[in-house]
């Protein structure tokens, strides 16, 4: 099997942390059609109009399952609330 590409929603919903500060945290990831698909999903949350998400990332990796392979993600989108990222 060849390397496939794979585009990644990830989105976040808001939960109490330490002290009751809410943060975002992570919720099912959605494995898109496409680079628009995911980004699509994406403007809903910056547009407002996701009553579910407070934000995501929009990531694409090459995935090649038989040799155990995956790409270091590539970040396409971030919208909204999300963590942040370390490197």
Do not use: W
């Not at 999903?41 to 934000?55: E, M």
């Not at 995501?56 to 038989?66: G, S, T």
């Amino acid at each position: 099997m060849a390397a496939e590409e794979r585009i990644i929603f990830q989105p976040y919903v808001l939960k109490a942390g330490r002290k009751g500060v809410q943060r975002p945290e992570p919720v099912a990831p959605v494995v898109c059609r496409s680079a628009q698909d995911g980004l699509a999903r994406a403007d809903k949350i910056t547009n407002g109009a996701s009553a579910s998400f407070v934000g995501a990332h929009v990531v694409r990796l090459v995935v090649d399952e038989e040799a155990g392979d995956y790409s270091d993600p590539e970040i396409l989108a971030v919208a909204g609330i999300v963590p942040e990222i370390r490197e």
